[in-house]
């Protein structure tokens, strides 16, 4: 709502830093991840003024195209399946809307956890996409029988961990597929905004089910406005294995199109909505050594 502006994904230099600066120095090369609100700071734009807490000093190995494309969806997949779920080696995870950046992140980490990862995707295209990122089976919404192939996957079991960005009719499905005592995480509703969500509390209350109907990112990183205190060990534990994991490649950034200018922000926006991406799209500020995504 406004005067909210938009954005939270960021990479670029430190230009100045302010008297309180604790960690941070000019010519640090930094990426944002959600830690403020809207009502307060924007990270698009051809300059930004962000605070410390919400700035990560990301590997030489990486440009700030590709530091500005990965950081949200890793810290949030980090919060979800280790913080909350505390996904192990070779149990199973279902991560829906698997071929959007945050999707593709959640596969990686999970990946390099030794878990076993099932994508859902409504897109046959991106399926091969998915496998190649690191999925170990997908599964087509609208295809197939969501909830059937799930459990054939499993041997009848369920899956330990269901990371779901969509919401909607297919939560029920991904819920009855989902193992005793295991973990159902929302984090989005994509499938939700025209639809209703079933959700078949006798099952998971029967079920000893850990529902986290509501996840935010800044349920860890915290939020002042609305009055969500920082877990600041969480956050570091996550800026250690985030940062280990992209020095080492074992998370690799996976942009879709950059768009370059400014000018290029509302085609950027069309094409995101035509949802043929795989991975982020990014708008990239002419002769400068800044980038920011959607």
């Known amino acids: ?171 029920e499905e991904l819920v009855w597929a989902t193992k005793r005592f295991g973990h159902v995480i929302v984090y989005g509703y994509l499938g939700a905004m025209e639809n209703t969500t079933p959700l078949p509390l006798g099952a998971c209350f029967l079920r000893g089910l850990n529902l986290h109907t509501s996840f935010r990112i800044f349920d860890f990183t915290g939020h002042s406005r609305l009055g969500i205190p920082p877990n600041r060990e969480a956050i570091a534990r996550a800026k250690k294995f985030v940062f280990d994991g992209l020095a080492s490649k074992l998370f690799q950034p996976k942009i879709d199109r950059v768009f370059v200018g400014l000018e290029e922000y509302a085609a950027a926006h069309d094409y995101l909505g035509t949802n043929a991406h795989i991975g982020k799209i990014i708008v990239a500020l002419n002769g400068a050594n800044r980038h920011r995504t959607e």
């Open 1 to 171: 709502m406004l005067p909210a502006r938009i954005g939270y994904d960021a990479a670029g230099v430190i230009e100045s830093v302010g008297t309180r600066s604790q960690i941070l120095k000019v010519g640090d090369q930094v990426s944002t991840f959600p830690a403020v609100s809207l009502l307060n700071y924007t990270a698009h734009g051809e300059a930004a003024i962000y605070p410390e807490n919400a700035l990560l000093v990301y590997p030489r190995n990486l440009n700030s195209r590709e530091a500005a494309s990965v950081t949200s969806g890793l810290f949030a997949a980090y919060f979800a399946l280790i913080e909350l779920a505390g996904l192990q080696p070779n149990q199973y995870v279902v991560i829906t809307a698997a071929s959007s950046s945050m999707g593709i992140a959640a596969i990686q980490l999970a990946k390099a956890l030794g878990a076993k990862i099932v994508a859902v995707t409504r897109s046959e295209e991106k399926g091969q996409h998915l496998t190649t990122v690191g999925a170990d089976h997908v599964v087509f919404a609208g295809i197939d029988d969501v909830q059937e192939a799930v459990l054939e996957i499993t041997g009848g079991d369920g899956v330990d961990v269901v990371y779901d960005g969509v919401g909607g009719p297919g939560l």
